[in-house]
């Protein structure tokens, strides 16, 4: 699984990508309505892919995330400082205990692109491509509590994009975020016989 979020001056957004053994796909763009920082936005993403996850019934797990941040708290390497993160970190145990193997690991930015993109899709407010789920957050997965400690409650239910159809302005990067969250090949021979390279897991 990949996930990455996004925070700029149009919106917040959060991406996740699920790579099946047999190499399917699974794409979700998090639409992000409240305020949050680019690190709450990870989090999310990776707690919401944990839930989904789950209710799949899987119980073996690769994460990567580009955001060293999330990566080592969530491991235990770095304290978290603020009660949010904190919080979260405390949502992200509580889901451990539903897998018999998690491991999280940070990734470049430019080998976690497709998440990456995912999660401009959501925070752009863009057409999200057929075959992609989307989900609209209206306030954070974890709540606070009196004493601190977060109020966990369950993500509403994603719903499949039908009709939407993504535009993305003709540049450089077009054919690859194409082919990332549209399995679209290049319509270029060379660029076709050429795909950029796909994750491993």
Not at 24 to 32: A, R
Not at 71 to 84: F, R, S
Not at 97 to 119: I, P, T
């Amino acid at each position: 699984m990949y996930f990455d979020g996004a925070l700029n001056l149009e919106g917040i957004g959060a991406g996740v990508l699920f790579i099946a053994p047999d190499g399917q796909q699974l794409k979700y763009v998090l639409q992000i309505h409240y305020k949050a920082s680019n690190n709450g936005a990870e989090y999310e993403a990776l707690i919401h892919g944990l839930r989904i996850v789950i209710s799949l019934g899987i119980k073996r797990l690769l994460c990567y995330g580009d955001s060293k941040l999330v990566v080592e708290q969530v491991n235990k390497n770095w304290d978290t400082t603020k009660e949010t993160m904190s919080a979260y970190c405390a949502d992200v145990r509580k889901l451990e205990a539903h897998f018999y193997g998690l491991e999280v690991h940070h990734v470049v930015r430019d080998d976690n692109v497709a998440a990456d993109v995912l999660s401009k899709l959501g925070s752009k407010r863009a057409h999200v491509p057929v075959g992609v789920f989307v989900q609209d957050l209206r306030a954070p997965s974890i709540k606070m509590l009196e004493d601190g400690s977060p109020a966990l409650e369950p993500p509403d239910e994603p719903q499949l994009v039908g009709n939407d159809v993504l535009v993305i302005e003709t540049d450089w990067h077009a054919p690859f975020n194409a082919w990332i969250v549209e399995n679209k090949v290049p319509d270029d021979k060379a660029e076709a016989d050429m795909p950029p390279d796909t994750p491993a897991t």
